[in-house]
């Protein structure tokens, strides 16, 4: 399965048009079933050094353990710990969630989806999930730009991978910061255009820029969102050499060797894109 293709009349999708592709991708088309993610992650990874030499290919167990280090990659970045309170944002199939709870023992962590059907599956997946469970993971559905939560009620807030989803980048930061405590800490992992001028150029090689499904921004241009929601000690940090190369290697090895998804690297290498941890305190 691949992203639907831009529209036919040449014009930019619209709003409507992008929340539809994106629910058909997590609900029906289930995005995490592709070969491209493992282990009911659905991230690039952060990738270790490959134990069989820069030029082995990856295992599917290679996979996985990049996926679940992406999150370990964020959680400690937010020094998040026993007794703290905390919110994942576009948890996906929970599993990240799952790992969060179980190696950083917050006291609270809730982890909310927009997409219904990637809720159902993270209760099936993850027995944390389920109506009743004791647990200190709780799942929500709710969008970014419009958290359920109490005001200074978290620690921390972070987000993996979804945030080129979000409609309303300034919204979602008005949000994070409403409900974190002060000095409450925000993490977010995804890729962004290294500059705005490198937008026509990436929308040209990669498939969910001109579709639609990414709405992505520069990343100075993220940092600023955060900075004008009053954030402060705000930070991106690339971490581009451990997530492209060896993604791009998992890939050659999937049947999506020979379409659109190989141009991430390409775009990386030419300096359009990159994957950054962004961090900020309330």
């Known amino acids: 399965m691949e992203p639907d293709p831009p529209r036919a009349d040449g014009q930019a999708p619209g709003a409507a048009d992008r929340r539809a592709r994106r629910s058909a991708m997590y609900g029906a088309n289930d995005l995490s079933s592709l070969t491209l993610f493992s282990g009911g992650f659905i991230n690039f990874g952060y990738w270790a050094d490959p134990p069989g030499g820069p030029d082995s290919a990856p295992t599917v167990a290679e996979r996985t353990a990049s996926q679940q280090e992406m999150y370990r990659q964020v959680a400690r970045r937010l020094d998040l710990g026993a007794g703290q309170r905390a919110a994942e ?15 950083f023992s917050p006291a609270a962590l809730v982890a909310l989806d927009l997409s219904a ?17 004791a647990a200190p993971l709780r799942f929500v559905q709710a969008d970014a ?8 009620a978290l620690d921390a807030v972070y987000s993996v991978e979804a945030a080129q ?18 000095g409450g800490r925000l993490a977010v992992a995804v890729f962004f255009l290294t500059a705005e001028s490198a937008r026509a150029r990436a929308t040209t090689l990669l498939e969910t820029f001109g579709n639609g499904v990414d709405v992505v921004v520069a990343v100075d241009d993220f940092t600023a969102v955060l ?23 998992w890939i050659a090895r999937t049947e ?3 379409v659109w998804s190989r141009n991430w690297l390409r775009a990386y290498e030419e300096g359009l894109v990159d994957y950054y941890i962004a961090t900020a305190r309330r």
Request: net charge neutral; with cysteine.
């Open 227 to 249: 900075r004008a929601a009053g954030f402060t000690d705000v930070a991106a940090e690339s971490i581009g050499p451990r997530v492209w190369h060896r993604f791009d290697a």
């Open 165 to 182: 989803h979000f409609e309303d980048l300034p919204a979602f930061a008005a949000e994070a910061r409403r409900v974190l405590r002060p």
């Open 117 to 133: 059907e990637q809720l159902g599956r993270a209760r099936e997946r993850v027995p944390q999930a389920r109506p009743g469970a």
């Open 89 to 103: 944002v576009g948890c996906g199939l929970g599993v990240g969630a799952a790992l969060v709870a179980a190696e």
């Open 256 to 258: 999506y060797r020979d």
């Open 145 to 152: 730009d419009r958290l359920p939560l109490a005001e200074a």
